[in-house]
């Protein structure tokens, strides 16, 4: 059994983040071949025993520009679609996530239908009622945040 201490070593290393980006390509690939018939539902740890819905999310990179996609779990509240930039709980924010902030209109896939949305980071009272209902969609959430020191930003999607 690994210690906390290398457990988040590992998951903070280098290595681990080029595994998660080339999953993340090969992921999307599938996923938009698709329709999000194969993808639609992420399977990996607790989605093993509740498959948690899947989106694809375009964003603009900050500095280079360039247009990237990211594979997020996603829950709906009323018009709003609603993300987590856990980044499968590492120490740092995902990309995706510094992206946002500097580019919120952005565009996202659920299944076959993509659609413009625009990216605000839920305030307090917003994140304290959307967390019960994340972490019932994907429950690694809660562990993630229990392992790491930040507060893990949820993000708002609306409508544009």
């Keep these: 059994m690994t210690t906390p201490k290398k457990s988040a070593r590992l998951l ?15 992921h999307t690939w599938i996923y938009r071949r698709t329709g999000g018939r194969v993808g639609g539902n992420l399977r990996l740890g607790a989605g093993c025993r509740k498959p948690a819905p899947t989106l694809l999310l375009e964003h603009q990179g900050r500095k280079s520009g360039k247009t990237f996609v990211s594979p997020v779990v996603y829950i709906i509240d009323n018009r709003n679609v609603i993300i987590v930039a856990s980044a499968g709980g590492r120490d740092e924010n995902p990309q995706w996530f510094r992206n946002l902030r500097a580019h919120p209109d952005v565009h996202i896939q659920i299944g076959p239908d993509r659609r413009a949305v625009k990216a605000v980071v839920a ?15 994907y429950a690694d959430f809660d562990s993630y945040q229990a392992n790491i020191e930040r507060e893990i930003p949820v993000v708002i999607l609306q409508p544009r």
């Design 123 to 137: 305030s307090a009272d917003e994140r304290a009622r959307l967390w019960p209902r994340l972490v019932d969609a």
């Design 12 to 26: 903070n290393s280098s290595l681990t983040a080029k595994f998660a980006r080339i999953n993340g390509k090969a």
